[in-house]
């Protein structure tokens, strides 16, 4: 999400945390006027997360936030009115408990760390990131799903889960989420890119969209192929009935992860 100018991102907040919460409309407001009132609303709405104890002053209004999903990012806007009718809007971006959660599954969690580790994507590595991941579970969630619709749509056509997936490629698998998760960091590189120049010193950010693109185009070249010689000898193996040869395909250096 990108950080517009009517909106706000605040600290992460445990689940049982009630935390409060003020936006200031003091740069919108004329002297002669105040706010009279305010409403107060999230997204995603799911029952699970509160807005309590919602006060008004002269140009703020303060609410408190109790509960909330873990793991799930809230929009949480505010419009407020003041008393020559006039309306305006803030919102906060709140995320609330680990946005980084791993799913139950121990196969998926094996999928996840792998990718991961494999991006360098750790919070001690990311010092541009602020200490933050530049992937979350729902990026990696949505990663892993194209990698499987890839696999699976390649002939053979096949209909594999990431539970049977198997065990003598599984590193084409974490390979294949990581270049969809680099994909996505394309696309937010080119989208958020600007330049920024003051007295004579300049700034880029997120200018790596060229890099993330390369790199991707290298990865996917690899993987490609190694990809179209398993499924070679699949069909090979079926067509034998299933009886195995030397000369079938094992990825090189790939272990049972």
């Not at 999928?111 to 994507?121: E, H, I, V, W, Y």
């Not at 009935?241 to 992860?257: L, R």
Request: hydrophobic fraction near 30%.
């Amino acid at each position: 999400m990108n950080q517009l100018q009517s909106w706000r991102y605040v600290n992460r907040k445990a689940v049982k945390e009630i935390v409060e919460h003020t936006i200031d409309f003091d740069e919108r407001i004329d002297d002669n006027d105040s706010l009279s009132s305010a409403s107060w609303s999230f997204e995603p709405d799911d029952n699970k997360l509160s807005l309590i104890d919602q006060t008004v002053s002269q140009n703020t209004a303060t609410t408190r936030l109790e509960s909330g999903e873990d793991g799930v990012f809230y929009a949480v806007s505010c419009l407020a009115e003041t008393n020559q009718g006039l309306k305006y809007e803030r919102g906060l971006v709140v995320p609330v408990g680990n946005i980084y959660q791993e799913p139950d599954s121990l196969t998926r969690r094996r999928a996840m760390f792998m990718s991961r580790q494999f991006l360098r994507d750790y919070p001690d590595e990311n010092e541009l990131l602020f200490g933050e991941l530049e992937y979350d579970w729902s990026d990696m969630k949505l990663a892993a799903q194209m990698a499987m619709n890839d696999w699976n749509q390649t002939p053979p056509v096949s209909n594999t889960d990431l539970e049977d997936f198997p065990k003598e490629v599984r590193n084409l698998l974490y390979r294949r989420i990581a270049i969809e998760l680099i994909h996505m960091g394309t696309h937010g590189q080119a989208r958020n890119q600007y330049n920024y120049s003051d007295q004579g010193f300049s700034v880029q950010e997120n200018d790596k969209a060229p890099m993330y693109m390369r790199l991707a185009q290298q990865m996917e070249q690899k993987y490609e192929k190694r990809k179209k010689k398993w499924k070679m000898t699949q069909n090979m193996r079926t067509f034998w009935g299933g009886q195995h040869s030397d000369s079938f395909y094992k990825e090189p250096g790939s272990g049972y992860y």
